[in-house]
């Protein structure tokens, strides 16, 4: 059964930064591409970044680059998303997800509040 | 990377069948058959019931089809039941890696 479990969220300051963990199992992880979406509080889904099997291709939404880098370690079946300068518009649920075109598996997410 | 346009509710009764469009641009709708929807429940991780336009993932009732037409997508759901009712987002390949969600759709089942 393919699992998908996300830690790491919490309260931060604005300003201040978390790093995002997804730990994979059930599946082979090195062959997918993964994804992170969020959400906000009364709104609707955001996709966040994504990157390659291999980490070689990575992309990321407008209002996050340089700010969040998305990484992988395909020995420990773990994907990553290091937050730097947190702002309050960052609150969200963030969710990791298998696959590029239509991620077919979610995590149930971690939740990260920006605020003072 | 502009938000994919859904109506914000529809609603339907038990049995009847409802209908979400979602209208995007040539860019991302239009451009590609990477057209998916998911399901989300208060308090569940999200559910894929379509991808690829119009195909359903293995578990997802044949109630549940996807169609699309220039830069607009549709999900239908027929023959209408208690468990369908909640959020609905579509989501579409938009090239360089990079992927655009709807802003949902509240499906009410009266």
């Known amino acids: 059964e393919v699992q998908l479990v996300e830690s790491g969220g919490g309260l931060v300051q604005p300003g201040g930064s978390l790093r995002l963990s997804c730990a994979a199992s059930g599946f082979t992880f090195s062959t997918y591409w993964m994804t992170w979406v969020r959400q906000a509080p009364g709104k609707g889904l955001e996709w966040v970044a994504n990157i390659n099997q291999d980490g070689s291709e990575k992309s990321y939404l407008d209002s996050v680059k340089g700010r969040f880098t998305i990484s992988r370690d395909n020995a420990k079946n773990s994907l990553f998303l290091q937050m730097n300068s947190l702002r309050a518009e960052d609150t969200a649920m963030y969710y990791c997800?298998?696959?590029?075109?239509?991620?077919?598996?979610w995590g149930q997410g971690t939740r990260v509040t920006v605020s003072s | 990377q502009s938000a994919l346009t859904q109506p914000r509710s529809v609603s339907g009764s038990p049995g009847q069948s409802v209908t979400i469009s979602c209208t995007g641009t040539s860019s991302d709708v239009g451009g590609y058959n990477y057209v998916s929807w998911y399901q989300l429940h208060p308090g569940q991780a999200p559910k894929l019931v379509i991808y690829d336009v119009n195909t359903r993932p293995s578990g997802v009732p044949d109630r549940f089809s996807g169609s699309k037409s220039d830069n607009t997508a549709s999900l239908t759901i027929s023959g209408l039941q208690a468990e369908d009712e909640g959020d609905y987002y579509c989501c579409s390949y938009a090239g360089h890696y990079t992927l655009v969600f709807g802003g949902g759709t509240k499906l009410t089942v009266l």
């Open positions: 997800a298998r696959g590029l075109f239509s991620p077919n598996s």
